[in-house]
């Protein structure tokens, strides 16, 4: 198992719900970007293989929704299938707009998700969890996510 395999089976691992969450939405966010490019670069039936890959992580976010009866529950729920809405237009439609709107939702999870590890993290005295900069953010890089010690 190389270096990078490692870190990442021993962060998934030790990782808290919440972080669980959180990298399950970074990862949809990470391949929403990837297709966006393959798009771009006109590999249209490469991109599929990652669609499916965001569909399949969102189920798994929805699946982790334990409680409808809880109203917060119940919102999370119905964004999520929204969210699996949309990524059945990417796929068949291959909508760009409906791309974007992923992409913009999963940062806006991932935002919130990260906000609430933070907290955790602060609450256990673990060091500062990672920080999340949407694209909404003028000072975020290139890529949406800004990880701070």
């Known amino acids: 198992m190389d270096p990078r395999e490692a870190f990442l089976l021993q962060e998934i691992e030790s990782a808290s719900p919440a972080k669980l969450r959180f990298l399950l939405l970074q990862k949809a966010h990470g391949l929403c970007l990837v297709v966006s490019d393959l798009w771009k670069g006109n590999r249209h039936n490469d991109a599929e293989q990652w669609v499916i890959r965001i569909q399949d992580i969102v189920t798994e976010l ?88």
């Open 62 to 149: 929805l699946s982790g929704v334990v409680d409808p009866q809880h109203e917060l529950a119940q919102v999370t729920s119905d964004l999520y299938v929204f969210l699996s809405k949309l990524v059945v237009a990417v796929m068949i439609e291959r909508d760009v707009e409906a791309l974007q709107n992923v992409t913009e939702i999963l940062e806006i999870e991932m935002e919130t998700w990260a906000m609430f590890v933070r907290q955790e993290s602060v609450e256990r005295g673990a060091p500062p969890a990672p920080k999340f900069l949407s694209s909404f953010d003028s000072t975020a890089a290139e890529t949406s996510l800004n990880f701070e010690a």
